[in-house]
């Protein structure tokens, strides 16, 4: 089955304690992103990938770190995590088309993350 | 990528269609419209993506305006399963993956 995954699900932590997010997908996406999303908000892309080992800022990559080592797979690394990174995240990959645009995202689950 | 703005909310009666506008009205000519919508707080789902022609897929049907400055996503018959908020974002057919969403509309399929 064609998915992307996102563990852990659910985490509550404490500020400053370094944390990571994975995110993995198996479709042989070239693009990945990830996104957060705040009560009342819509979705904000963080970081997003256009294949291994090349990453770009979103609209909010402050306290944030990502990397694509491979390409089914896109951490999410929160060095030193602060309560306003108290926040429902999302992983997404999409494929590069022939045409060079990326085709629809297929997002992950979720993960939900508390920072006291 | 163009902005897009939509109303914060919209009602519709079960059966019937749910017509969803979006204005892009800074749309340029190389970005695509896409539609897609989150049911509670699961992961946003594709719903269906356009150029400058109308676009019809199982799900919806998507209407852009010969100006291409809106659009219309239509529901033919709206279920209470449809109750979502809905995403209208516009992104550049050679981007390198950057994606803005907007506030979305929350849809109501009251019975």
């Known amino acids: 089955e064609a998915q992307v995954t996102q563990n852990p699900r659910y985490l509550i932590t404490v500020t400053g304690k370094k944390l990571t997010v994975t995110c993995s997908q198996n479709?042989?996406?070239?693009?990945m992103s990830w996104y957060r999303q705040d009560p009342g908000l819509g979705l904000r892309q963080i970081y997003y990938?256009?294949?291994?080992?090349?990453?770009d800022k979103g609209d909010v990559p402050e306290g944030y770190k990502v990397s694509r080592k491979e390409k089914r797979n896109f951490p999410l690394i929160l060095e030193s995590p602060s309560p306003n990174q108290t926040s429902l995240y999302f992983c997404?990959?999409?494929?590069?088309?022939?045409?060079?645009?990326?085709?629809?995202?297929?997002f992950g689950p979720g993960t939900r993350l508390t920072v006291l | 990528d163009a902005k897009t703005t939509q109303p914060p909310s919209m009602d519709c009666a079960e059966g019937r269609a749910a017509n969803l506008p979006c204005n892009h009205s800074?749309?340029?000519?190389?970005?695509?419209v896409y539609w897609y919508r989150q049911i509670h707080s699961q992961g946003p789902q594709y719903i269906i993506h356009?150029?400058?022609n109308n676009e019809t897929n199982e799900m919806a049907s998507l209407i852009i305006t010969e100006d291409r400055k809106s659009s219309t996503l239509i529901l033919p018959h709206a279920t209470l399963r449809d109750t979502a908020v809905y995403y209208c974002?516009?992104?550049?057919?050679?981007?390198?993956?950057?994606?803005?969403f907007g506030d979305g509309t929350t849809l109501t399929v009251k019975p």
């Open positions: 997404a990959s999409s494929r590069r088309t022939s045409g060079g645009s990326t085709d629809t995202q297929y």
């Open positions: 479709m042989n996406h070239e693009y």
């Open positions: 990938s256009m294949n291994v080992e090349v990453t």
């Open positions: 800074t749309i340029s000519g190389n970005e695509y």
């Open positions: 356009g150029l400058k």
């Open positions: 974002i516009v992104r550049v057919v050679t981007n390198a993956g950057k994606s803005t």
